[in-house]
């Protein structure tokens, strides 16, 4: 897919967005060190914040946790989240490196297995490297039936896309997340509200 960059101005995709993407908060600046300090290279840097977002952080709705959270230090800090908190905390980590990164999404079937339950967006990442220009990595947390790597060419994301039922796979790599993802979290009292109350579509 040929991505499309919302901002020409690369700094938009460094900068932090407080409260939801910060890294100068106590946990989020101690988890850049320990990454700095494992390795200079920006790859393996950006591969190692891409596993911590994809296998350290469980995903609410596979563990039935209640908790919503948002703000990548409080990702980070319960360990909890779903494929947008997962998608906050990558951003945070991958521009607190200085490697720019944005926020991608699909509109994929609510249950996959389900072409009635309706749709859901689903969020993902984008991340720039000098080497490779822009690609898209899925944080989401593999499962059976979910095999998400840290592929540049070819991607290897968590899902599919299949358009004939409704699916979209949206090209635009954005600086900030979706106010309308941010609001329905906002106004969910829990990750089961939530699982309704994301949007539809971009």
């Not at 700095?36 to 591969?47: C, F, I």
């Not at 899925?138 to 039936?145: M, S, T």
Request: hydrophobic share 35%.
């Amino acid at each position: 897919m040929k991505l499309i960059i919302e901002s020409p101005n690369i700094d938009d995709y460094l900068a932090e967005i407080p409260p939801i993407i910060t890294f100068n908060t106590p946990m989020i600046s101690q988890e850049i060190e320990w990454i700095k300090e494992q390795t200079s290279n920006p790859e393996k840097q950006a591969r190692i914040a891409f596993e911590i977002a994809r296998d350290d952080i469980f995903h609410s709705f596979d563990t039935k946790q209640p908790l919503v959270t948002i703000n990548a230090e409080d990702v980070l800090k319960s360990s909890e989240g779903i494929c947008f908190s997962k998608s906050h905390l990558l951003v945070a980590l991958l521009r607190g490196l200085s490697i720019p990164a944005g926020f991608c999404y699909q509109r994929v079937l609510r249950v996959p297995t389900d072409e009635n339950s309706g749709f859901a967006l689903h969020g993902l990442n984008a991340i720039y490297l000098r080497e490779y220009g822009w690609f898209r990595v899925d944080p989401r947390g593999n499962k059976p039936g979910v095999n998400s790597q840290f592929s540049i060419e070819p991607e290897q994301l968590a899902y599919t896309i299949h358009p004939h039922l409704g699916e979209v796979d949206y090209p635009t790599v954005y600086a900030k997340p979706l106010d309308s993802v941010i609001q329905s979290m906002q106004e969910s009292a829990t990750t089961q509200e939530l699982f309704f109350n994301r949007p539809d579509s971009i």
